[in-house]
């Protein structure tokens, strides 16, 4: 199995840029299709990004598109998570998550390993 740690949260102002990154050990994150997902206080997980095995394929909630990019060093087994023209609405608890199975969900459910979350604070 695999061992997820986020890293690069923190409070920035609102228009500005932060980059997430995904740590694995254990098994190598090459085997598993990956994503973020966040959660906002008192709101459900939602799904932000996915990225093949290979980082070939790559999708993204539609409403943050052209503002976050997904990306992955599989030989530094890293996933990262580059966001941009943050707004506070992007406040949230930000994970990532590694799959056994076939590339392409955005669900929660479909993700069996979960690092422990990173904060995102945009301020106004």
């Known amino acids: 199995q695999v061992q997820l740690v986020e890293s690069g949260g923190g409070l920035v102002q609102a228009g500005g840029s932060l980059r997430l990154s995904c740590a694995a050990s254990g098994r190598t994150v090459s085997s598993y299709a990956m994503g973020w997902f966040r959660q906002a206080p008192g709101k459900d997980s939602e799904f932000v990004a996915g990225?093949?095995?290979?980082?070939?394929?790559?999708y993204y909630a539609d409403s943050l598109k052209g503002r976050f990019t997904i990306s992955r060093d599989n030989a530094k087994n890293t996933v990262y998570l580059q966001m941009g023209s943050l707004k506070p609405e992007d406040t949230a608890v930000y994970y990532c998550?590694?799959?056994?199975?076939?590339?392409?969900?955005?669900?929660?459910?479909?993700?069996?390993?979960w690092g422990q979350g990173t904060q995102v604070t945009v301020s106004s």
């Open positions: 990225i093949s095995r290979s980082g070939g394929s790559i």
């Open positions: 998550a590694a799959r056994d199975g076939p590339f392409g969900s955005r669900q929660s459910y479909d993700y069996k390993y």
